[in-house]
DNA sequence: CTTAGGATCGCCT
DNA sequence: GGCGATCCTAAGC
């Protein structure tokens, strides 16, 4: 195992589903801002619902660079949503992060979302994004310095799996991964 | 509770 | 010119 792919005890080098299962638990902060991951998907280049699966382009360059770096990109026009880039260089795998439960910050993330109900916070990989003020600014930036923060999990978690969110082509992988019974999904397992 | 439509940018055919 | 790894609001049942 490549020890500098290794962040909040997690190998980032790994396969993207291995890495979205293993963040579940994992805090996340933005310049201090942020909460546990309750809620992640994986995506890789062998199949057509990733952005790096027609190769790299604009958009998606850092999803080809390497692991431990963030992709975020801009969804329909409005929503900025954030990815980590996982296995190697040129290989184009990722982990898009759903839901975070809020720990950290909770007065500012009130406000960037301009809402109270705590479970709305960022339930969702636009939400998340617009509480933890992430734009493009911060793209392809490695996560293990700032204005990002990653800890391990602190206890054992249990994790579900199913299939992914608001895609329409590979829908049957079931490579979206999250905290059993956690309410601060985007949406219940079932 | 479920569904439908609009907002709005950038990549792709 | 079409359509998305989305979100919010409004209307219908």
Known sequence: MNQFACIAGIDFSADAA???RRLIGVTLLVDGVGG???EAEA????E???HSYGGR?????SMFGPPGRSYVYRSHGLHWCLNFAVREPDHGAGVLIRALEPTHGLEQMRARRGLQDE????????RLAQA???TRAHNNLALDAAPFTLLPATEAVAVVAGPRIGISKAVELPWRFG???SPFLSRPFR
């Open 57 to 61: 382009t604009e958009r998606n360059f």
């Open 132 to 134: 933890l003020g992430v």
């Open 43 to 46: 995506y890789d280049s062998s």
């Open 18 to 20: 291995e890495v979205a």
């Open 48 to 50: 057509p619902a990733a």
């Open 119 to 126: 479970r709305l916070l960022c339930a969702g990989p636009g």
């Open 179 to 181: 905290l059993a019974g």
């Open 36 to 38: 546990r991951i309750v």
